[in-house]
């Protein structure tokens, strides 16, 4: 493997890992052909013959419903034969290790893992372990990355806003702990997005933001001037335990998104959430249910990007 | 390098509208095949009736080339804006050469629906080099072409079609 450990020799992506690094000629070739993959499903048949008798397998080791779901929903659509694990509940209580497990279902004649970690750096141990004709899909490892949330939100802001370099977007709340967060500075800065902001109190931001090429705001009014989009993060019940914040009810007074604090964007701002939604603590019902609300398209997108990049991966030779 | 002629593209299409005219139905629908056929659809459209539902189709989900090449060109959305079931359906390709290019788009067209029947019209018909048991209801011209040679369709800027012959 090369520098990059997503892409094999040629240069084609192998492995998705992670937004970062990837060149923007990518994304856009994951982005294109999503919109293929759209149309698909609005087939009468929503069914394309691409992935006819390959095995994926969703290794889920963190409780998930919708990316798995959708993942689940997108191999079907590709006509792969797909194989839900829930290993918290299995092999790992016996003590079988991560790459155990693996190897066990690459005997299996596995083509592709999706996985889903809690430890960050899980998926990428995967690829670097498997034979080179198995692709790893990361669907979200600890606090580094979930890249087809990344995409798929992408995919959305392109669909509304229709380009990259001459949009506004504020990311709200809890970048600290977000995988979703760092997936989507990555794609937008190399998608030329020229100005991204992140706001969220300060106990909720890492320390690397400047390095990342954010501009960071603690008051939501001042950060969601005049922005075209706007990302809702989900704020995670537990960390109200860790003391970062006194209680959810003082986070939605100075951060949850009401249809006043809003309407500092501008007046056609979409706003995003990759969901769960916590209603009356990150966001207002009002607003999540609102005209200017795209989080239910945002999970019909993620079908067709994770479409997209399941067949780019299963057409690239190791 | 190439000895063969190829023939002015937009003539082509216009004798072909003049010999597919007569066959058109209230019932038929115009569908280009990505890229180069979306491009003689077009032009065909305003000859045959400019009120046809006409649509394009992108078979790159449908090849039966993918595990060897991937998914490396860029797929353009497909559009059909009307129902395929019970349609008289005209698919428009450049070129008819194996036949592959055929199969994939019958199978797409049939996830959309059950067309009542499907004819086939291309610019240019590769004699001999079929792998399919695939024919054309029309063709503008029969042409036998070296095994090591293509022919493309090429839009220039002003929107003028031409045919190309390149060495492989």
Do not use: C
């Amino acid at each position: 493997m090369g520098a990059n450990p997503q892409l094999n020799a040629q240069g084609e992506l192998q492995h998705l890992l992670t937004i970062e690094g990837l060149p923007r000629s990518l994304l856009i070739h994951i982005l294109d052909t999503a919109e293929g993959f759209v149309a698909v499903n609005q087939q009468e048949v929503r069914k394309v013959p691409l992935l006819r008798g390959k095995a994926i397998f969703n290794l889920f080791f963190e409780p998930s419903t919708r990316t798995r779901t959708t993942f689940e929903i997108a191999a079907k659509r590709l006509s792969a034969d797909v194989i839900n694990l829930n290993i918290s509940a299995s092999s790992q209580s016996k003590g079988e290790t991560l790459l155990d497990t693996v190897d066990n279902l690459a005997a299996m004649q596995a083509d592709m893992f999706v996985v889903r970690h809690a430890q960050s750096g899980a998926a990428h141990m995967i690829a670097r372990h498997v034979a080179p004709h198995i692709h790893v899909v990361n669907a979200g490892d600890g606090r580094h990355a979930h890249p087809t949330q990344g995409l798929l939100d992408m995919f959305t802001i392109r669909k509304y806003k229709g380009e990259f370099h001459n949009l506004r977007v504020a990311i709200v709340g809890d970048v600290l702990h977000s995988r979703v967060a760092r997936s989507q500075i990555h794609a937008l800065t190399t998608l030329g997005v020229p100005e991204v902001r992140v706001i969220a109190p300060k106990t909720l931001l890492p320390g690397d933001m400047g390095q990342m090429g954010v501009q960071v705001y603690h008051d939501l009014a001042a950060g969601l001037h005049e922005v075209d989009v706007v990302i809702i993060l989900r704020l995670q019940n537990e960390r109200m335990r860790g003391a970062r914040l006194p209680s959810s009810q003082e986070y939605f007074k100075y951060y949850g998104l009401t249809a006043e604090k809003l309407a500092y964007a501008k007046a056609d701002a979409i706003v995003m959430h990759p969901g769960p939604m916590n209603r009356g603590v990150e966001i207002d019902s009002a607003v999540a249910d609102g005209e200017q609300s795209v989080i239910l398209p945002q999970v019909t997108f993620g079908i067709a990007v994770r479409m997209a990049v399941m067949s780019i991966l299963a057409g690239n030779q190791g | 390098m190439n000895n063969l002629s190829l023939p002015d593209a937009d003539t082509l299409i216009q004798q072909l509208a003049v010999r597919m005219l007569p066959d058109m139905t209230d019932n038929t629908v115009l569908v280009g095949m990505h890229t180069g056929g979306v491009w003689a659809a077009e032009k065909l459209h305003p000859l045959l009736n400019p009120d046809m539902p006409h649509g394009s189709l992108d078979i790159s989900f449908y090849r039966d080339d993918f595990e060897k090449i991937g998914l490396h060109t860029q797929v353009k959305p497909t559009r059909l804006p009307f129902e395929v079931e019970g349609r008289d359906i005209l698919l428009v390709d450049d070129v008819l050469f194996t036949g592959r290019s055929v199969r994939a788009a019958m199978n797409a067209l049939f996830d959309y629906g059950r067309p009542q029947r499907i004819r086939l019209a291309v610019l240019i018909d590769r004699a001999g080099d079929r792998q399919l048991p695939i024919a054309a209801d029309y063709a503008g011209l029969v042409l036998q072409v070296p095994g090591t040679q293509h022919i493309h369709l090429i839009r220039q800027e002003d929107g003028q079609l031409m045919l190309k012959l390149v060495d492989l």
